[in-house]
């Protein structure tokens, strides 16, 4: 089924959607046979959230857009899950926040950074980082450490959705204030970072965009003060008691 074929009506509609964007992106050559896994796994946890944008995540992704444009040079990394599901918004988030996109993979080959650069730039994209590699994130092996030199590895503040736990801790290493987007509370990767976006990336990302336009003419002291007030043991801690607590709300006919 290809995804204009599927029933609007459907009532795992947003769930089909996103599954055949990644397996779309796998035939593509952007997303890599893992990232289907990831995908289910991020599933489970949404489904357990109630497939909603709880109100943490919402401050979250509001305190993401406060800390993105009080950046000197905020990064925007993009992995093959990230380009498959939500290339467009991505691209629209770097522009509100005037951050740059950088391909960053887990499962590293120069083919598919070209092929994710490509990608986005066919959703309009100008410039897209990552191809030069000429940086490192120090601490991790030479494939998953490779960076841009004047993109992740200058950068102060970095959205990594969907990031692996190691490569979390490392930026963190280096300094830099990160943003991270997972489903799973209880991951390695929003438990290091500064700001954790509990939440869909498919949600979280034009969230995070409109909290930036919103918030485009607000001053340093405004947008300092919004970062300073969030707390991301809260947001974790809400997300881990919408999980335990909620009830099976959605409905799921299949
Ligand atoms: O394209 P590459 O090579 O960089 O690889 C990307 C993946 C995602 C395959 C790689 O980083 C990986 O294997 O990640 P993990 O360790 O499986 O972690 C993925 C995390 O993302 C898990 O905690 C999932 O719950 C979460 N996740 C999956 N889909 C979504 C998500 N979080 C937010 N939105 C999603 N749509």
Same mark, same amino acid.
Request: net charge negative.
């Given at each position: 089924m290809t995804e204009t074929?599927?029933?609007?009506?459907?009532?795992?509609?947003?769930?089909?959607?996103?599954?055949h964007r990644i397996e779309a992106g796998v035939e593509k050559g952007i997303t890599s046979k893992q990232g289907l896994i990831a995908q289910g796994r991020g599933e489970a946890f949404d489904y357990l959230l109630g497939e909603r944008t709880l109100p943490s995540a919402d401050?979250?992704?509001r305190a993401a857009a406060a800390a993105l444009l009080a950046a000197d040079h905020p990064v925007v990394s993009v992995n093959g899950n990230v380009?498959?599901?939500? =290339?467009?918004? %991505?691209?629209?988030?770097a522009e509100a926040v005037g951050a740059d996109l950088e391909v960053n993979l887990f499962?590293? %080959?120069?083919? @598919? #950074?070209? @092929?994710?650069?490509?990608?986005?730039?066919?959703?309009?994209?100008?410039e897209v980082k990552g191809l030069a590699g000429?940086?490192?994130i120090p601490g991790l092996d030479h494939a998953r450490g490779t960076v841009d030199a004047d993109g992740i590895e200058a950068a102060d503040v970095? #959205? #990594? =959705?969907?990031?692996?736990?190691?490569?979390? &801790?490392?930026?963190?290493a280096m300094g830099k204030t990160e943003i991270v987007i997972d489903l799973n509370p209880g991951s390695r990767s929003p438990r290091t970072a500064d700001i954790p976006i509990i939440d869909n990336l498919v949600?979280?990302?034009?969230?995070? %965009?409109?909290? &930036?336009?919103?918030?485009?003419?607000?001053?340093?002291a405004e947008l300092d003060a919004i970062v300073a007030d969030f707390d991301a043991d809260d947001a974790l801690a809400a997300a881990e008691a919408a999980i335990r607590e909620g009830s099976f709300a959605v409905d799921d006919p299949e």
């Open positions: 074929a599927i029933p609007e009506d459907h009532p795992r509609y947003a769930s089909l959607v996103t599954r401050a979250a992704a380009a498959a599901l939500a =290339p467009a918004e %991505t691209v629209e988030l499962n590293h %080959t120069d083919e @598919r #950074v070209r @092929r994710i650069a490509d990608h986005l730039r066919e959703h309009g994209a100008d000429d940086g490192e970095v #959205v #990594v =959705p969907l990031e692996d736990g190691d490569r979390a &801790a490392a930026l963190d949600r979280a990302v034009p969230n995070a %965009t409109a909290h &930036a336009r919103d918030l485009a003419d607000a001053g340093t």
